[in-house]
């Protein structure tokens, strides 16, 4: 009766918080992209001078410019250009800006703190703003400035390779972790140890229960290690994961306290009905899903090797008796050996369909990777403590000692991520694959009930029958052809790409200019028009207005999945935009660097440039001169090439590097719209398209195309030139058996034999 009444009272304070937060938040409801925005509020971390990217900052106070409203939001991303002065811990941020307002496109509601994001840059106080920002809770002020304290230590202590690592390792920093870096872990299979989890959480109860329990004894060490891990979590921020494992760690020192068994399946129900209860919407987060899915993975896995276990000392007295031959060391070993490969293959399987839903990316590399990146990261958790909390030479050593291992971990990734199969980019799960799922799901329940084998011959049945039949019973909507169509956005460019599986690829995005938004006129009603669901590769050649304005729009109505980019940052209002929406909403970027390939279904793409040393100053002068130069292969039935808005110097360039055979192409999108500074006539020579599309607005001020590029064109011998500004959108169909063909038109181009020319392979 008292522990009811008492969760009654917690999660009744907890709803209120959350229904205060939400209350203060509102006025941000209604804010559009572009709205002018004031924003107060305290650093949640430290930012360096001269940095770009994102800062959190807590305890907001935001105030739109047009109409002098403000309010107050608990937590709030904020993208800046460039930090002009050190921003330390707990320190006030004057940012002036405007708002970015995320409009995920799903059904599902979303908390009103989280609607949007500011882009701007760190500004001086308002005036009559100048009083303090006070926080009113004395604990929070205090842990956030023991965050600061330890973050500013970090700095100091560690190489600036190491030291991002090390900051989101223990204290939840990760605003300072570059994308390639996150990237890298992620196809490892390790991208968990980048964020506080509940195996950081278990990790450092584990530390704090060793150093207490010779002094306190086993009941007092648990209960001091809950308290202590729960202090750590509120201190870091309390990330919602890391307040899950907590809730498990108290579950677990509470059943101790009253001398009871912890079972780890009630704790994680207790801990699930809690976090639903205080928040019901954290049900369709991903973070949710994966990392409960991910303890009912472990769990399963554990109780399956303990249940096979025992099944084969009972019934197998052959493996019984070897295993009574070897010593009770090995014994040991070889039990522990075997309970973490199957504890982290159930691990693994329970989180993949839910990785495939939402970030449709697995990493089977997972399954062995744990064994490196586990001992790593528990390594580099102590050694991060001992530079912390002990006086040198002691911390001293604990930071040399913290910047080999987390150098370690960082190689392994590496070299883990570049293995074969390591990762892989798939489709979302059908409703047939989930069914399949399902079946052994009650395979593996049935079994570790009745430990019985023969209790699973139906389910697994069922689930092989599933799999075996799923492709026939999909229904073949798209007959295995492929469809590349141009689209008339007026002066820009977008061209959509639809592979034989049904997924989709986008190249640019097309213009938006005050009212006009191509993203939404255009490219978004044919995406809709043929089914899309989503955008599994967003490619963007360069972040001029015209190739990247409608991006917005389009993310709005159909989710945007991976990112393919150049790497060189504009600065530029729009492009911050999109880095800042991209982040915020967990979209994947992949770096476009020449030899690179990516490849979808039956689609390649390869990136032919711009070189590593098109960067620098000329890069950030001309926005043209960093487009993405692309080839791209559907099959063995077409080639397309996109030089986006590349010069006749960027041409010249390919030719020297690649060779005129590797640029030959069915399909050529003239670059920069047909302006005289692009299409050179060795260029074209080289290509040899049989069509080339040029994408222009009507009657535009520049004049495009240009009279000397459609006669080079000309005089290249190119069968057919199409202008989306006279003929509107070109699509095109591509067949494994028959070639391409423009849509509407009865012949068939056959496919050419071209040789090793299909897998270029100069370029790296």
């Known amino acids: 009766m008292h522990a009811a009444v008492g969760a009654s009272l917690l999660a009744g304070a907890l709803l209120g918080s959350s229904a205060a937060d939400r209350s203060a938040a509102a006025c941000v409801q209604d804010l559009s992209t572009g709205a002018g925005v004031r924003v107060r509020g305290v650093a949640r971390e430290e930012a360096l001078p001269g940095r770009s990217g994102r800062l959190t900052l807590e305890a907001v106070r935001l105030r739109e410019v047009a109409t002098g409203r403000s309010c107050s939001i608990p937590r709030l991303i904020v993208r800046v250009d460039r930090v002009p002065r050190r921003v330390s811990t707990g320190s006030e941020v004057f940012v002036r800006g405007e ?10 509601p979303h908390r009103p703190g989280r609607v949007g994001i500011t882009v701007g840059r760190i500004a001086e106080p308002d005036v009559g703003a100048r009083s303090p920002l006070r926080d009113r809770r004395w604990l929070g002020r205090e842990l956030r400035a023991l965050r600061g304290r330890m973050s ?105 306290g009253r001398g009871r068994p912890a079972r780890p399946w009630d704790l994680l129900g207790g801990a699930a009905i809690l976090a639903l209860v205080v ?6 987060e991903p973070g949710f899903q994966l990392s409960f899915a991910g303890f009912a993975g472990l769990g399963a896995g554990g109780s399956l090797f303990f249940t096979v276990r025992g099944r084969c000392r009972d019934r197998s007295p052959a493996i019984a008796g070897t295993m009574h031959r070897l010593s009770r060391g090995t014994r040991r070993r070889l ?7 199957v504890s982290g293959a159930g691990a693994f399987l329970a989180t993949a369909p839910i990785a495939a839903a939402h970030f449709q990316h697995v990493a089977p590399a997972a399954l062995v990777s744990h064994f490196v990146g586990a001992p790593l990261a528990g390594a580099a958790i102590g050694s991060i403590c001992m530079a912390l909390l002990l006086p040198p030479p002691l911390s001293d050593l604990g930071a040399a000692a913290t910047t080999t291992v987390i150098r370690l971990m960082t190689a392994s990734a ?16 059908s409703g047939w694959t989930w069914a399949a799922v399902l079946a052994v799901l009650v395979a593996l329940w049935n079994f570790l009930r009745w430990g019985r084998v023969r209790r699973t011959a139906v389910p697994l049945c069922a689930a092989l029958a599933i799999v075996w039949a799923a492709p026939a019973l999909r229904t073949a909507v798209f007959a295995g052809r492929s469809l590349l169509c141009t689209l008339d956005v007026g002066q820009g460019d977008a061209a959509a ?19 006009r938004d191509a993203g939404r006129d255009v490219v978004l009603p044919l995406l809709r028009k043929y089914g899309a669901r989503r955008v599994d590769l967003f490619v963007l050649s360069h972040p001029d ?51 690179d390939r990516v490849r979808l279904d039956n689609v390649t793409i390869r990136v032919l440039g711009p070189a590593a040393s098109d960067g620098g100053a000329r890069a950030a002068a001309v926005a043209n001169e960093t487009s993405l130069l692309l080839r791209v292969s559907i099959g063995k039935a077409l080639v397309y090439l996109n030089t986006g ?30 302006s005289r500074s692009s299409s050179s006539s060795a260029f074209l020579a080289a290509v040899r398209p049989r069509t080339a599309v040029i994408s222009a607005g009507r009657g535009n001020a520049y004049g495009h195309p240009h009279a000397a590029v459609l006669e080079r064109l000309s005089r290249a011998g190119i069968p057919r030139v199409w202008r989306t500004d006279r003929e509107g959108t070109l699509c095109v169909e591509a067949d494994e058996r028959h070639g391409w063909r423009i849509r509407g038109e009865d012949g068939w181009n056959p496919p050419e034999e071209r040789g090793t020319r299909l897998d270029v392979t100069k370029g790296g």
């Open 335 to 341: 039990s522990l050996l075997g309970l973490a490969t």
């Open 545 to 595: 207005l015209d190739h990247l304005g409608g991006f917005a729009s389009i993310h709005d109505g159909v989710p945007v999945l991976r990112v393919l980019d150049s790497g060189h940052p504009i600065p530029t209002p729009a492009y911050d935009r999109f880095l800042a929406r991209t982040e915020e909403d967990g979209v994947r970027w992949l770096p476009g660097r020449a030899g």
């Open 99 to 108: 708002w970015v307002r995320i409009d995920r496109p799903s059904d599902w």
């Open 414 to 429: 590496d070299w883990i991520a570049a293995l074969p199969g390591a990762h892989a980019d798939v489709a979302a799960p």
């Open 279 to 284: 928040d019901p919407i954290v049900l369709v």
């Open 497 to 515: 790409l639809r592979t034989a599986a049904g997924r989709w690829i986008l190249f640019d995005a097309g213009p938006r200019f005050g009212e």
């Open 645 to 674: 808005d590349a010069t006749a110097r960027d041409e010249l360039s390919l030719l020297a590097t690649w060779g005129p055979d590797s640029l030959r192409a069915d399909l050529l999108k003239v670059g920069h719209h047909g």
């Open 152 to 256: 500013g230590r970090l700095r100091e202590r560690l190489p600036p390779d190491v030291g991002p690592v090390a900051r989101a390792l223990v204290l939840a920093e990760r605003d300072d972790l570059p994308g390639a870096l996150r990237a890298r872990f992620a196809d490892a299979g390790l991208a968990h140890l980048l964020a506080i989890s509940g195996l950081h959480v278990g990790m450092i109860g584990a530390f704090v229960v060793l150093l207490i329990r010779p002094l306190a004894g086993p009941v007092r060490a648990s209960i001091g290690a809950a308290v202590i891990v729960a202090l750590y979590v509120a201190a870091i921020g309390a990330p919602p994961s890391a307040v899950r494992a907590a809730l498990l760690l108290v579950g677990w020192a509470a059943a101790r």
